[in-house]
């Protein structure tokens, strides 16, 4: 006759306690409200490489117009663009324009070119490349806000 012996001894219990998960998604959590708005802010600064990059070449025409005509001018399809006054950057989180120096008011001494943002760059501020090598970011509201150089 077999008689069926019981284990008097309980085998551990395996896996993790709720409180273990809970502190896991807990530091998960932390962890993520620090990097997602750091992340954002990055990829923010370079998206801004795109409207950098035209705001750059309009001032390079800008200038080969001035060295030939001896005044710089809004008109963006007489430096060379397709369009007369806004011209979609390359990935396209930009608009780009011409307008006279906020200082100045006259397009014969001082320009500007302006990159406005589009798309997911809304709220990071109105780029700026003046003839006299001002880089500014101005407030979107007022565009003659500086708020910082880039």
Do not use: H
């Not at 309980?10 to 809970?22: N, Q, R």
């Not at 060379?80 to 006279?100: L, T």
């Amino acid at each position: 006759m077999n008689i069926l012996r019981s284990n008097s001894r309980s085998e551990p219990a395996k896996g993790f306690t709720l409180i273990e998960v809970m502190i896991v998604v807990a530091i998960i959590a932390i962890l993520a409200s620090i990097a997602y708005p750091a992340y954002q802010n990055q990829m923010q600064r370079g998206r801004q490489a795109d409207g950098i990059a035209l705001i750059t070449q309009v001032m390079q025409a800008q200038e080969r117009r001035f060295i030939n005509e001896l005044s710089y001018t809004v008109d963006l399809t007489e430096v060379g663009f397709n369009a007369e006054n806004q011209i979609p950057s390359e990935d396209g989180f930009y608009q780009v324009s011409a307008r006279a120096c906020p200082s100045e008011n006259d397009t014969a001494r001082c320009i500007e070119a302006i990159a406005v943002p589009q798309g997911p760059q809304v709220g990071s501020g109105i780029l700026g490349l003046s003839s006299f090598g001002e880089q500014n970011i101005y407030k979107e509201a007022d565009n003659d806000s500086v708020i910082q150089t880039w």
